[in-house]
């Protein structure tokens, strides 16, 4: 049974720092690519970076870049997001995909990211 679970998600200040992580399990982790999307209310799901599945290459949506690093361990099966400098339109729930080709990508159920003082 395929799982992806997201946590560390929560309530943070302006300017505060969170690293997600995406625990994975039920296939082989170290064949996929995986990503980070995020979705507030009433918007569509946004693409926040994706790493290859050795790790090797990285990339960003340009908004994000800088304050937003991916990362995966592959003897842990996670992939982890640590986000800097959030800022309240960071608010989201927090979503991790493993995509290895079309029709082989799974989605986990997300995690809550709030930014507010």
């Known amino acids: 049974q395929v799982q992806l679970v997201e946590s560390g998600g929560g309530l943070v200040q302006p300017g505060g720092s969170l690293r997600l992580s995406c625990a994975a399990s039920g296939f082989t982790f170290r064949s996929y690519a995986m990503s980070w999307y995020r979705q507030a209310p009433g918007k569509e799901r946004e693409f926040i970076a994706t790493i290859t599945s050795a790790g090797g290459r990285t990339s960003y949506a340009h908004s994000l870049k800088g304050r937003f690093t991916i990362s995966r361990d592959n003897a842990k099966n996670t992939v982890y997001l640590q986000m800097n400098s959030l800022k309240p339109e960071d608010t989201a729930v927090y979503y991790c995909?493993?995509?290895?080709?079309?029709?082989?990508?799974?989605w986990g159920q997300g995690t809550q990211v709030t930014v507010s003082s």
């Open positions: 995909n493993a995509f290895r080709n079309q029709g082989d990508s799974y």
